[in-house]
């Protein structure tokens, strides 16, 4: 998946909002960190389902890779 | 007389982004300075002060002084009651935040060296930044 923020910008009300995809958790607060530069800390944040999940799956795989070590000493 | 009325609720963040946002909603002659006074329609000076002003004779007819104040946080609008209902149909705020978030998408676009893609729904306007 393409790493992607989408801007909405409601015409009515002048508001932001921000939506972060495809990018794992850190690296998307990194993204989050670069938005807020201009727009200060939001006003509400919600970490996706998606933002979860590629953590949890980043987790199993760093602790396949230490069971494996584990198993060669 | 029309009171000032600071909105600490909206707050400009970036100086460069807010100047820009002013101009491209038709506000490109501003005044900056440290604690600027505000001068009511009648030319009377008003004792809030401002970073940021846009004068009264570059608003409209009966208009008070627009100004930006510098918080911690950024910038935030000192607007009289008068002006927040008559400047540009009672928009100026939201037509300024709009154009303020659209000056924010093109900054991380390009910090990000991404390209956009830009979809219209109703209100809202979607802007797609990959990178």
Redesign the interface.
Known sequence: M???????????????TTHIRGIAGPACEQAAK??A????QPTSETKTAEYNLRTQVQSRVRGTHGGGNGGER | MSKYIVFKEI?F??RE?LLAALADIGYARIEEGEALPLYGYRGDRRTETAQIAVRRAHLGFASNDLGFARID??YVPIISEYDRRALRGGRL??????A???R??E??RN??RGSARRVTEG?????????
């Open positions: 393409a790493r992607e923020i989408e801007f909405s910008i409601d015409a009515e009300t002048g508001e932001l670069l938005v530069e201009y727009l200060g | 707050v963040k970036d982004l946080a950024g705020l939201p037509e300024l935040r709009a303020y978030a659209e924010v998408v900054r991380v910090r990000l209100s809202v306007t979607k802007i797609r930044v990959r990178f």
